[in-house]
Each structure stands twice: as structure tokens, then as C-alpha cells.
């Protein structure tokens, strides 16, 4: 049986790693691949897997840690895809926060799994906002040193570095990138793209169709700055439900919880890395997201209905006390919900910081 060819696309909180796969994934379909994505998180009610879900992509989610330090339900997820219509290709969407990938991940696939995977290169996403931020080396980038150091390292063990949201950076603004990554990465292939507009992604397309010696930067890490950087932040994944007596805009909710959001962790001076909503209802659904606490509030999905009944799901990663999140998180929701003369219950709240990462496989000379 033909092997499957195996993609993961990593990138700090925020990046955009979720659209970029959706993009990819109907790539691959266009030209006649079947595509199964594998998304991750540190806990379940994921953002990016019910919106992939939503645009009818086939997702199996690997929740409760890292692929890293969960590489057989990795494998096993994979599994559970291939037993309906066999994908051609895997699409993997890694936690933002997770480094040392190739040398946990590839390099297992590579030397444990040879006859079942064929690895693509590995591409890290810049996100520029933070990015611009801390390959200047200015103080406190948007994170604390700690996280800036996996920030870093993922772009070290990076096959090639993609820079996204090209349509939103000045010529001076891309040079400036290009300029600073050479600077620390002059052996790591970047280009620019744009997952929301597309551009760039033909040469990506090109770029992972690639076979080579690839997925072999093994990383020297510190694995102590590399818990404590991922244990500063915040995670928070809620699930609610959200019912009103008349129709009211669905769109209008998500933007107001994360737009307040944004503007009460501000004034508790919170590096936001990324912030999440989804809201379905009857086949319609939208996400609201926020990249950095630089940007604004952004409706990359918008669902333009209105509804008497909706499922929320809310995803944050911020720099802050985890239970001091959720109360940020409640008080949004809370006040958008009051505005528009709704109610909300939730079903399900969890805030914690990550542990310490412990790998399944860490194999350190590749093959």
C-alpha cells in the first residue's frame, strides 16, 4: 500500500496554521487527493477543529497534549481517518506552543513508521506581529524571554519559514522580515504568503511536494526554559450554549466577546498570543479571532445570520494566571451576551498551564 504523505505545518499561537491547512487541504483536493488534518491541543472543545469540521473536512483531533508527547494517538488518529476513504495525504496542525518537532515527530514517522508515512518538509509559520518583535531583539517582544526562546527554536528546526499575512505588511515591512530571518536562520528557505488571500500558496504547494533531506534539524534544547516558557501561559478552551427570545446576529456575539476580551486584558497588561471563538447553528457557523493584543478583533469566518440558539466555543492563550483568564473569559461573555439581550450557559470551562513536556520518541540523529 502506497504510503501516506505526511505534513505538518507548525507555528506559534496565532500564526495561522489553521487557515493555511484549510487552504492546502483544498489544494490537495483540486488536484484529486484525498486529505484527512489531524489537529492538537492541550484539552478538548478545539476552535480549529470544528471550524475545519464545518468547511467538510475530515479532522481527527489529538487532545490532552502535544503530538509530541502523545505520538500514538497521533498515529492512532491517522488510523481512524484511513479507515473510511484512505486519504493520500495528512495534513497535522501541532499545538502553537510546541517545539523540538523533528526530533519527536518527523524523525519517528521517518525511522519508526517508514512504510506507512512519507514525510514532507516541515514548515514553520511566522506570525509578524510578535515576530518583527523578537528577531529585532527588542525587550519583552510581546512574550516573556522564556517563550520567546520556543517562539525561536521553532523556527530553528524549520525546513523552510513561511511569513503570513503578506497582505498586510509594507514592501519596507517584508524586507525587513526577509532581512531578520537570514540574519538568525541563513540556511532556512523563507517565502510569503497569505492565508487568508491565498497568495504565495502555489510555491508552498510546490515547496512540500518535495522529496529530499529533509525533517533533520535536531534541535540542542533546554528542556527546563522550554516548560517554563510553555507554562507561562494562560490556556482556557470553554463551551457554551447561547439562547435568546428573538433572532439576534451571530457574527455581532463573536466579535464582542473577543473585542472585549482584548480590551480587558489589555487593561491587565496580558500579551495576548491568541484568541478564539466559534459559533454554530444549523449548519451556519463563524469564527472570531484575535492574533496579538497589538491587532484587532477579526471575523476570518463570518457566518452572516442570526439565530435563536447557538453552540460557542471559546479558545484563549494568554500570557496571564489561568484562573485569572477565566474570569476575564466570563465577565466577556457575560457582557456581550447582556448587550444583546441573550443568555448564555456554560457547559463546560477549563483554564490551566501546560506541563512539562515529556516526549514518547525523541530521536536525535536523523535519518
Known amino acids: 500500500m502506497k504510503p501516506l504523505r505526511f505534513v505538518m505545518l507548525g507555528g ?3 500564526a495561522g496554521k489553521t487557515t493555511s491547512i484549510a ?12 486529505v484527512g488534518i489531524v489537529t492538537n491541543d492541550q484539552a478538548a472543545d478545539l476552535v480549529d477543529t470544528m471550524s475545519l469540521r464545518s468547511q467538510g473536512f475530515d479532522v481527527g483531533e489529538v487532545a490532552g497534549s502535544c503530538f509530541c508527547c502523545n505520538f500514538n494517538a497521533l498515529t492512532d488518529t491517522v488510523d481512524k481517518l484511513a479507515e473510511g476513504d484512505r486519504p493520500d495525504v495528512i495534513l497535522a496542525e501541532p499545538v502553537g506552543s510546541c517545539t523540538d518537532l523533528v526530533a519527536t515527530v518527523v524523525q519517528p514517522l521517518v525511522q519508526l513508521f517508514d512504510a506507512r508515512f512519507e514525510v514532507a518538509p516541515y514548515g ?13 531583539g527588542e525587550k519583552r517582544g510581546g512574550f516573556s524571554p522564556k517563550a520567546e526562546y520556543i517562539f525561536l527554536k521553532q523556527l530553528e528546526e524549520a525546513d523552510f519559514v513561511l511569513i503570513n499575512r503578506t497582505d498586510e505588511l509594507s514592501v519596507s515591512d517584508r524586507e525587513e522580515l526577509a532581512s531578520l530571518l537570514t540574519r538568525r536562520f541563513p540556511d532556512v528557505p523563507a517565502m510569503f504568503i497569505s492565508a487568508k488571500s491565498g497568495e504565495g500558496f502555489d510555491d508552498v504547494y510546490d ?85 496579538s493584543s497589538d491587532s484587532a478583533p477579526e471575523l476570518s469566518l463570518p457566518s452572516r ?12 492563550r494568554v500570557a496571564i494566571d ?5 474570569t476575564h473569559v ?29 516526549p514518547t520518541h525523541r530521536i536525535t540523529d536523523a535519518r
Request: glycine letters at 10%; a positive charge.
Open 23 to 34: 487552504r492546502l487541504a483544498r489544494m490537495f483536493q483540486q488536484r484529486g487527493r484525498n
Open 124 to 136: 514553520v509559520i511566522l506570525k509578524p506581529s510578535h515576530g518583527r518583535k523578537i528577531l529585532r
Open 305 to 316: 445570520c442570526e439565530a435563536t440558539k447557538a453552540e460557542l466555543v471559546v479558545n484563549a
Open 330 to 358: 466570563c465577565r466577556a461573555v457575560s457582557a456581550a451576551t447582556g448587550s444583546l439581550d441573550i443568555a448564555a450557559v456554560f457547559r463546560e470551562i477549563q483554564s490551566f498551564r501546560p506541563g512539562r513536556p515529556t
Open 207 to 291: 515547496f512540500l511536494g518535495q522529496r529530499g533531506n529533509f525533517g533533520r534539524r535536531i534541535l540542542e534544547l533546554d528542556y527546563d526554559l522550554y516548560a517554563e516558557g510553555e507554562a507561562e501561559l494562560g490556556w482556557l478552551n470553554a463551551s457554551l450554549t447561547i439562547t435568546g427570545d428573538k433572532p439576534w446576529p451571530l457574527d455581532d456575539l463573536l466579535l464582542q466577546v473577543v473585542g472585549r476580551l482584548r480590551e480587558s486584558l489589555a487593561d491587565a497588561n496580558a500579551e495576548v498570543a491568541h484568541l478564539k471563538a466559534i459559533g454554530l447553528w444549523e449548519g451556519f457557523y463563524g469564527v472570531a479571532n484575535l492574533v
Open 322 to 326: 489561568p484562573a485569572v483568564l477565566e
Open 12 to 14: 506559534f499561537l496565532g
